[in-house]
């Protein structure tokens, strides 16, 4: 309760000075990725599907390419653009195609919210993250060789990283790739 409280204050007082992340004022994917991601649940799930949609067709531009990327993993110590994602993708489908990935959610600092929310089709952030984890974990064909640790790093440049073993969810992400497409 307190939570909902204060974003929407925040947000009131954001709004009240000018500021915001309002899409008609042109804010882009990259840009919500840096930001709060709270303000992402206020937001029509039609805006939440175009940013998705940006950060996979920038994603398909990116595969494979070295350096800052949206989609990074750590490969024999370089950082490589994981490979793209498809526009229409459903990451909150089943994604482990049966083969079980144990993961482990990071318990200090930053945790995903518990409560169930419909930014996330009723499901609570940490299991939208569960969700869209097993998907990436699938799509980018990683054999992890142990349990994943997920990480929340709200305010990160990229979307979702794979480094050491962790798979590393930005929130706003997760709102993004949450959004119902129908």
Same mark, same amino acid.
């Given at each position: 309760?307190?939570?909902?409280?204060?974003?929407?204050?925040?947000?009131?007082?954001?709004?009240?000075?000018?500021?915001?992340?309002?899409?008609?004022?042109?804010?882009?994917?990259?840009?919500?990725?840096? /930001?709060? %991601?709270?303000? $992402?649940? #206020? !937001?029509?799930?039609?805006? =939440?599907?175009?940013?998705? &949609?940006?950060? +996979?067709? *920038?994603?398909?531009?990116?595969?494979?390419?070295?350096?800052?990327?949206?989609?990074?993993?750590?490969?024999?110590?370089?950082?490589?653009?994981?490979?793209?994602?498809?526009?229409?993708?459903?990451?909150?489908?089943?994604?482990?195609? /049966?083969? %079980?990935?144990? $993961?482990? #959610? !990071?318990?200090?600092?930053? =945790?995903?919210?518990?409560? &169930?929310?419909? +930014?996330? *089709?009723?499901?609570?952030?940490?299991?939208?993250?569960?969700?869209?984890?097993?998907?990436?974990?699938?799509?980018?064909?990683?054999?992890?060789?142990?349990?994943?640790?997920?990480?929340?790093?709200?305010?990160?440049?990229?979307?979702?990283?794979?480094?050491?073993?962790?798979?590393?969810?930005?929130?706003?992400?997760?709102?993004?790739?949450?959004?119902?497409?129908?």
């Amino acid at each position: 309760m307190l939570r909902t409280a204060l974003i929407s204050l925040s947000l009131l007082l954001a709004a009240g000075c000018g500021m915001g992340a309002s899409p008609s004022r042109g804010v882009t994917s990259t840009q919500a990725l840096t /930001g709060t %991601a709270e303000w $992402l649940e #206020f !937001e029509s799930p039609q805006v =939440r599907v175009e940013l998705f &949609r940006d950060l +996979a067709r *920038q994603s398909a531009g990116q595969a494979g390419s070295r350096g800052a990327v949206l989609f990074p993993m750590l490969v024999a110590g370089e950082f490589v653009a994981a490979p793209a994602l498809e526009p229409g993708a459903d990451l909150l489908g089943p994604g482990d195609a /049966g083969a %079980a990935v144990d $993961l482990n #959610f !990071e318990t200090r600092g930053d =945790r995903f919210a518990e409560d &169930r929310r419909d +930014a996330f *089709q009723g499901l609570s952030e940490r299991e939208a993250a569960e969700q869209i984890a097993r998907s990436l974990i699938t799509l980018w064909n990683i054999k992890p060789a142990g349990p994943v640790t997920v990480v929340r790093t709200p305010g990160a440049p990229y979307a979702a990283a794979w480094i050491d073993g962790q798979l590393r969810l930005n929130p706003s992400f997760v709102y993004m790739a949450a959004a119902p497409t129908r």
